[in-house]
């Protein structure tokens, strides 16, 4: 997880259009809309980014539906640390939210990042960000993400990939969010646009 993202807890609330949703009961079989946020700030970020994104498509009964453009953040927190990238992706899948939770600290793992780490510079960060409609509160997973709502270096990617995009809980949608002052100040700058993931490569 990216340490600016680090989860607080809550209970998940019922708001309209939303459902509180126990983990074990969204199944595989019906495709749901989820998006994730990615970012690092150590190695060869780019490729990093790109490499996870790659892997993400190959997850059971998922498609890759999105992927937005690539933007880099100053690190916001105590310390110094080098600047992060950081990018959102749109899946369609038909695994569960705490079966996605599993499936990117997978990724995490592989990409060398120790388990429970906050606060520190890494290579890999994976965040399920929001899952449909669902709000999911377990020890394991908040969903919709905690944090999504203040931090630009979210929102930007994700109104990119859809600006009315609604934030369960919030009750706002992303392209709303980026006009409010304290969200509009952070400075955001995208580096790379659409396809950065595929030219990672070559």
Known sequence: MDPRMRRTSRPAKAVPGSRVT????????????????LGGNL??????LAHAIQQMGQWPATRLA????????????????????????????????????LQAQDLQRRAGRPPDTHMIARSLDVDVLLYGR??????ELTVPHP??????????PLCELEPDLWLPGVERAVGELLSLPDIARQRVECV???????EAFG
């Open 147 to 156: 944090r999504v709502h203040e931090r630009r270096f979210v929102l930007e």
């Open 192 to 198: 790379a646009g659409a396809g950065w993931w595929q």
């Open 66 to 101: 999105g992927v937005s453009s690539l933007y880099e953040t100053a690190f916001q927190g105590p310390g110094s640390q080098p600047p992060y990238l950081n990018a959102c992706v749109r899946l369609l899948t038909g695994l569960a939210p705490l079966e996605l939770l």
């Open 43 to 48: 190695g060869d970020r780019q490729r990093q």
């Open 134 to 139: 669902h709000c999911v509160s377990t020890a």
């Open 22 to 37: 126990s983990p074990a009961r969204v199944r595989a079989g019906t495709a749901t809309t989820a998006f994730l946020g």
